[in-house]
């Protein structure tokens, strides 16, 4: 029971979005929660979950153990990213760029969420297309998942 205590607090959990979803039925409404939840350790480990649950806090649970089970490595220099990445999934499009040292994080909220729970502490962001938080978060997710492809490339 402890080590899964150490494994949890090993990791900084965040909540990006919160949708209450509800579906007509003979017998009434049937309302559920989905909730988008982004997790990362701060030293380039980072993942995304999505739970759908009856309740808030089960939906949360979910979510964070999907991010848990789906991690990115980051690859990261001085704090940054290696090179500008421009990734496009669905209608968002997110443009990220390495950052001098002590620039800070200048990225929107659901970029910003992703980064720093990767442990990214200089970057610069751009959120082109569509202003939908999920779909922001998946196309960072996208973006940051391709330097790990690449490393593995060269």
Do not use: C, W
């Not at 990445?85 to 620039?103: D, E, F, I, Y």
């Amino acid at each position: 029971m402890s080590q899964e205590g150490d494994y949890h607090n090993e990791f900084e959990e965040k909540v990006i979005q919160v949708n209450r979803v509800s579906k007509k039925t003979k017998g009434g409404n049937k309302i559920g929660f989905s909730v988008l939840v982004v997790v990362g350790d701060k030293k380039g480990r980072v993942g995304v979950g999505l739970g759908k649950s009856k309740d808030v806090a089960s939906a949360i649970r979910k979510g964070i153990a999907y991010a848990k089970k789906h991690l990115v490595t980051v690859p990261l220099k001085n704090g940054t990213i290696l090179y500008d990445v421009t990734t496009k999934r669905g209608a968002a499009r997110v443009m990220l760029k390495p950052a001098p040292v002590g620039s800070g994080v200048i990225a929107g909220g659901a970029v910003r969420a992703v980064v720093e729970a990767a442990g990214i502490q200089n970057i610069s962001s751009k959120v082109l297309g569509t202003r939908n938080r999920a779909s922001n978060v998946y196309a960072t997710l996208e973006a940051l998942r391709s330097f790990h492809q690449n490393d593995k490339n060269t």
